[in-house]
């Protein structure tokens, strides 16, 4: 018998960098087959569609409040598709906090733009609109402006670190 035998490919890691693999993590949120459970999962979700370039996914996950619904949907997918030369290398959850529908999620985003550093801390707010948790808005401080490693830092450390800006 000629021929080999073809090994089994290891399963996809998923891109919010959660050590599971992607069929088993979001691809099922990105594909609509299940809303995220918590905001935390949400925030993975929508990091691993900017890695993926599924900007569907994360107009559909925005808050009906949030300002990038003011402008007409296919400006922002168009804007979305349009960015190019971007790697999401890691992702960290750094502090998270629940009140009822609403949720606070702090987070470490590696980010390379063009072979630059363009990696952040964001503070972002979610709330849960009766079918799923949705992403209302953010407080963004580049990782060059934090004047420290984002290691251990909790909301209420880089709330005061965004007002001192």
Do not use: Q
Request: glycine share 10%.
């Amino acid at each position: 018998m000629s021929g080999s035998i073809k090994k089994p490919s290891a399963p996809r890691p998923c891109p919010c960098h959660s050590g599971r693999a992607y069929a088993g993590c979001c691809e099922p949120a990105h594909r609509g087959d299940r809303e995220p459970e918590e905001a935390v999962d949400l925030m993975r979700s929508r990091y691993a569609a900017f890695a993926i370039g599924d900007a569907e996914y994360l107009w559909s996950t925005l808050h009906a409040d949030h300002d990038d619904r003011a402008a007409p949907r296919e400006t922002f997918l168009r804007a979305l598709r349009a960015a190019r030369g971007r790697a999401y290398p890691s992702l960290a959850i750094l502090d998270a906090r629940r009140r009822g529908r609403e949720a606070e999620v702090l987070f470490f985003a590696g980010l390379t733009f063009r072979g630059r550093d363009a990696s952040f801390v964001e503070l972002s707010d979610f709330e849960h609109d009766g079918t799923g948790w949705r992403y209302r808005s953010g407080i963004l401080v580049a990782r060059a402006d934090l004047g420290r490693d984002p290691a251990g830092l909790g909301i209420d450390d880089f709330l005061a670190i965004a007002a001192a800006r």
